[in-house]
């Protein structure tokens, strides 16, 4: 496939996501019930003159009567978007959605996009300012230099809320966090290095602007644009934003200036820096090549000349990513949370030396099984946080805050900190960051061959196109292939375009290898071959399970067409259990602040309370492998013996059997689930063990689990991941009847996850 065929590919996948099921990334969901006609009268008309009395004799009451508190203003011309130049400010409104998606999905704010159609920064400058206070703070985007600038500090200067571009100090910001840490890793103090920037717009010049204000002298940074080094007395092609910047230099080009220099800031075009010139520089070099998509130089072309370097870049497929994700999401949280009048340059260096400390950190499992093979330690790999940590949401914006109230700009002063660390981890969302964290994992490890084998389903085929187009595998459809190649016009993908392996069970020419592996298995359970080769012609899940077995693939999902007990008996035809290891259903509970695992969901029908302790083991184990620390509480709906009637007794026995087991994680019960997710219960049972409240849920029987985890989901608050099918010795996941093409997307994920990690042990 050539680039252009990629890139068209690419083009209609991304135009397709934007346009369905339904057009845009974002809505507006209302945060008050609206059931009844007290509550509309309440909400709007007559109920609500109150609220508009009460802001009309104090302003600031809007933060208490309305989500101007947690709102933030999403504003661009569209003068300058992505690298895509001057396309006018509509063409910039999916650029702004999709930075409002990012403020709720990393930080729970809630924005609206504006798109201001003028080039003129009066024109813009005027219409923000009688927009501006409806806001808790304005985040301007996709400006172009220099007027950006001027837009910004005036802005700044006429609204009572904070102003930030983030194209000038996002950037600024992650990499002084960088830079900090890179001189810790090199033993260097921060105002003695010499420091070479390269690239005059926004970012360049918010980045110098705040790494002056961290300690780099003046006098030992220089500053390159096009025409060379920002020297004083140049007059082509500068301007005041420049000048501030100029320095008494001999140098005159970017390679004079890098001989002997500790430090080289890109932020400008792919190819400026040479083997050459980082050969010149000092030793322990550090480079950051952040421009985008190609940085200035890579890791590769600097190592092959600097063993010594450290080298951070804008793209997360290396070491020491600059992404803007790690800074503004968090800065506008603390911001708003103290109703700060203005982002200053003391919250900037707050956040720059915050997101320095995190790195310093020990990095937590559910961000470090992100990166297989790569151990995240703080040094020269790791000088910046993950833009996936989950600390993030709450280590950041309290220094954000802190450095607001001490400068004097805090509305709303924080008097507990512990409290305000507390509340921002319930406001994390953790189903982004619980599948995020599984699909950099598998996309950082070696490629598995994952077999869809209900491949003629238009959904499956959407799945398996999708998945291979996400770098997530190698998929591989079950079926025939005509049925396959006319379904796949049917549903409007590009046959030419349609790559995916097909794999026709009656043709297959590894069937006599699969009928004798399965005869071997079922000849003494009333099986004859040609039993067996029937099945394998025929089942579907019997033929992928083989080539699961006999190594022909890494991982399967089924599901989409067959219940799924349905499944696993067949699949079990072909696979054992892992040795030692009890096969179960472990669902995930994805809500707001937690994510609770809920086993078993789908396999054992009414277990015993033996049973009840090795689903509790390989839950346990499960739910570890996944990153989290396993905190298992035994439910019944009788607390602690009361009452004890036949039912709550197994349960009991179970937490007995447990204790002479000698486990290494935290276990309790018999209780309901109130108490063991509810530490403000446990007043009345002081023995009780459980230190946290507990995140893996052992239910009585399948019903109970099945039906619990039914209700949450179909309520629609809490999401929800699964039936995980854990304890196979070889990674098979199944769907739900009729799932949609991303929820077979997110087993196949999970599938090949499964495989990722058991060729890493």
């Excluded at 992505?82 to 400010?89: K, Q, T, V």
């Amino acid at each position: 496939m050539t680039i252009q065929e990629r890139r068209a590919r690419a083009d209609k996948e991304a135009l397709d996501f934007h346009r369905y099921p339904q057009p845009g990334k974002i809505a507006i969901a209302a945060t008050k019930p609206m059931a009844t006609q007290r509550d509309l009268s309440l909400a709007y008309s007559p109920g609500v003159a109150a609220p508009v009395r009460k802001i009309a004799e104090n302003p600031d009451a809007a933060y208490d009567y309305t989500s101007k508190g947690n709102l933030v203003g999403v504003i661009s011309n569209g003068t300058a978007i992505l690298g895509l130049g001057n396309l006018g400010s509509l063409a910039s409104k999916p650029v702004m959605e999709g930075k409002s998606v990012l403020f709720k999905r990393f930080a729970d704010l809630d924005s609206f996009d504006i798109e201001v159609a003028t080039a003129d920064a009066d024109a813009f400058i005027e219409v923000v300012r009688h927009i501006g206070a409806t806001f808790g703070g304005v985040n301007l985007e996709d400006i172009s230099s220099p007027d950006c600038f001027r837009i910004e500090a005036e802005l700044q200067d006429l609204l009572d809320v904070p102003v930030f571009h983030d194209d000038q100090h996002g950037t600024a910001i992650i990499c002084s966090a960088g830079l900090i840490n890179a001189c810790e890793v090199t033993g260097r103090r921060i105002e003695d290095v010499r420091l070479v920037l390269c690239g005059a717009g926004a970012a360049g010049l918010g980045s110098i602007t705040l790494m002056k204000a961290l300690g780099v002298r003046p006098e030992n940074t220089t500053l390159v644009d096009i025409d060379g080094v920002v020297y004083r007395g140049r007059t082509v092609g500068m301007d005041q934003w420049k000048s501030v910047h100029a320095t008494e230099t001999a140098h005159r080009t970017l390679a004079e200036a890098l001989v002997g220099a500790d430090v080289f800031i890109g932020v400008s075009a792919k190819g400026v820096l040479t083997q050459a010139m980082v050969a010149s520089m000092a030793p322990n070099p550090v480079i950051f090549a952040m421009a985008n998509p190609d940085p200035e130089i890579t890791p590769e072309e600097v190592l092959e000349v600097r063993q010594d370097a450290i080298v951070a870049t804008g793209r997360s497929d290396y070491p020491n990513q600059v992404n803007n994700i790690l800074g503004f999401p968090y800065i506008f949280r603390g911001a708003l949370d103290v109703q700060a009048r203005s982002i200053n340059h003391e919250m900037k260096v707050a956040a720059a030396r915050a997101l320095a400390m995190l790195a310093r950190e020990d990095v937590p499992d559910e961000v470090a099984i992100a990166y297989q093979g790569r151990k995240l330690k703080f040094g020269r790999d790791y000088i910046i946080p993950s833009p996936f940590d989950p600390r993030l949401i709450w280590y950041v914006p309290p220094f954000i805050a802190e450095a607001a109230m001490r400068t004097g700009v805090a509305r709303k002063p924080i008097a507990d900190m512990d409290a305000y660390r507390a509340q921002l981890r319930r406001r994390l969302e953790p189903s982004a960051g619980f599948l995020q964290t599984i699909t950099d994992a598998v996309r950082s490890g070696p490629q598995q061959r994952v077999v869809f084998t209900e491949g003629e389903e238009p959904a499956v085929i959407r799945a398996a196109y999708a998945f291979g187009n996400q770098g997530l595998g190698i998929p591989v459809l079950v079926g025939r292939e005509e049925q396959i190649r006319a379904n796949v016009l049917e549903i409007g993908l590009d046959p030419d375009e349609f790559s995916v392996e097909i794999v026709n069970a009656r043709l297959s020419h590894r069937n006599r290898a699969y009928v004798d592996h399965l005869y071997g298995r079922l000849q003494r359970d009333g099986y004859l071959k040609r039993d067996v080769q029937r099945l394998i012609n025929q089942d579907r899940n019997t033929f992928a399970g083989s080539m699961l077995a006999l190594g022909d693939a890494d991982a399967m999902v089924t599901g989409v067409t067959r219940a799924f007990d349905q499944c696993v008996e067949e699949v079990s035809r072909v696979i054992d259990p892992e040795p030692g290891d009890r096969v179960i259903g472990l669902s995930a509970l994805l809500a707001r602040g937690r994510t609770i695992f809920v086993a078993d969901t789908s396999v054992c029908e009414l277990p015993t309370s033996q049973d009840l302790v090795e689903i509790a083991c390989a839950a346990a184990d499960a739910v570890r492998r996944l990153g989290h620390t396993p905190r298992v509480a035994f439910l019944s709906y009788s607390t602690f013996g009361h009452p004890l009637a036949d039912q709550p007794r197994r349960v009991r026995d179970a937490v007995e059997l447990m204790d002479g087991r000698g486990v290494d994680f935290e276990y309790e019960g018999e209780m309901p689930p109130d108490v063991a997710l509810d530490p403000s219960l446990w007043e009345n049972y002081p023995f009780q063990r459980l230190r946290e409240p507990a995140n893996v849920l052992i239910m009585p029987a399948i019903h109970s689990a099945a039906i619990s985890t039914k209700l949450v989901q179909a309520l629609g608050e809490v999401a929800v991941v699964g039936p995980i099918l854990v304890g196979l010795s070889r990674s098979v996941q199944v769907c739900g009847l009729g799932d949609s093409p991303t929820r077979i997307i997110t087993m196949a994920t999970l599938a090949a996850f499964g495989a990722v990690r058991a060729a890493a042990l």
